[in-house]
């Protein structure tokens, strides 16, 4: 049964960000709750957690949002430390390589996925994604450069054959780094899931020169979890009112825009999806945001957010 502890997680099946939560989740073997939710705009069931952040996946615990995988992974593991994805010894190695198959890889992705999907697209996505970005989304365009992808899109899983291959001679060589799967494992699965997916055609002819890649594919697919129960977003809310935010004394630690706790501010991406969600600075580190939210539905809210990523500036 859903309760104020219980891990809810705001997202949609084909979402490969989510992915890499439901893959974490499933390497701690956590028991969590699934809440669907539309794939392009409006969110009406999402919004009032979140503040006006829409991006996919969402995070939440009881009264507490977290926004971006980079701030739920960390906080799964620091709130499910067992057993541990964030390897020791590989301290902050998983933010550097999320960087990439977030950035690079990912952009990569999307114009093979799309320019192959074509006319399948439906309008209303096109036009969210359009609204999103600020740019044209063209599947036509993305069609016309998918040779030069595909090529830029293998190179890259090349990379990861090369590291398995190279990880054989330390002892390795089953997984990213190291003798177990963990976070930098979790990243990197993303970009051949979410191939997969779309165009697994593709996916099979790139794995013919990347054997190892293949099979460690394979076996990262085989961790198995918990079936999530599937909860509906007014339930979400319905949590979210009868919990209080987690206790936590208001800090900010040498904030070089020298905020303070208390302090009224906006939060947004800083790429796409730039919506500013406003409320007051609970606590402001080098790595986190968190800021204090009144919902009418909602309620009390802590909303987390990493801040690579995430551009914050004063309101008032
Ligand atoms: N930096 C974000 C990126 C998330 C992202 O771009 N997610 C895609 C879906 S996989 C998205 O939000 N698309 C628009 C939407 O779902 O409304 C993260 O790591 O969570």
């Known amino acids: 049964m859903a309760g104020q502890q219980s891990i809810i997680l705001h997202h949609y099946d084909r979402s490969p960000y989510s992915e890499k939560i439901r ?12 809440v669907d939710i539309p794939n392009i705009m409006p969110k009406p069931l999402l919004m009032p957690l979140t503040g006006g952040y829409r991006k996919t996946p969402v995070m939440q615990i009881g009264a ?3 926004c971006d995988t980079a701030m739920i992974l960390r906080v799964l593991e620091e709130r499910f430390p067992m057993p541990q994805i964030e390897l020791p010894g590989h301290e902050g190695l998983s933010s550097m390589i999320g960087s990439w198959t977030d950035g690079k890889w990912f952009q990569t992705s999307v114009g093979i996925i799309f320019g192959a999907l074509g006319d399948h697209v439906p309008e209303e996505f096109k036009k969210d994604r359009e ?16 040779p030069m992808l595909r090529d830029q899109w293998r190179a890259q899983l090349h990379w990861i054959e090369e590291r398995l291959e190279g990880g054989q001679g330390a002892g390795g060589g089953q997984w990213i780094i190291g003798m177990k799967p963990g976070l930098v ?3 990197v ?3 051949p899931w979410f191939m997969e997916q779309n165009v697994p055609d593709f996916l099979e002819t790139c ?11 394979e076996r990262m697919k085989e961790i198995e979890g918990q079936t999530p129960e599937t909860i509906t977003g007014e339930q979400a809310i319905e949590i979210a009112c009868n919990a209080a935010p987690r206790l936590k004394a208001a800090k900010t630690e040498g904030e070089l825009q020298e905020f303070v706790p208390g302090e009224h501010v906006a939060v947004a991406p800083d790429d796409y999806g730039r919506d500013w969600v406003e409320g007051e600075i609970v606590i402001a580190t080098p790595e986190r945001i968190i800021l204090h939210r009144h919902d009418e539905q909602a309620e009390t809210i802590n909303i987390h957010f990493p801040r690579t990523g995430f551009m914050v500036r004063r309101v008032g």
Do not use: Q
Request: aromatic share 14%.
């Open 23 to 34: 893959l974490a989740l499933r390497m701690k073997n956590l028991g969590w709750c699934s």
């Open 64 to 66: 507490d949002i977290y």
């Open 131 to 146: 609204e999103m970005s600020g740019r044209p989304f063209d599947t036509k365009a993305m069609a016309a450069l998918a």
């Open 185 to 187: 494992d979790v990243h």
């Open 189 to 191: 699965f993303m970009n």
């Open 207 to 217: 794995f013919k020169t990347a054997p190892r890649a293949k099979d460690w594919y």
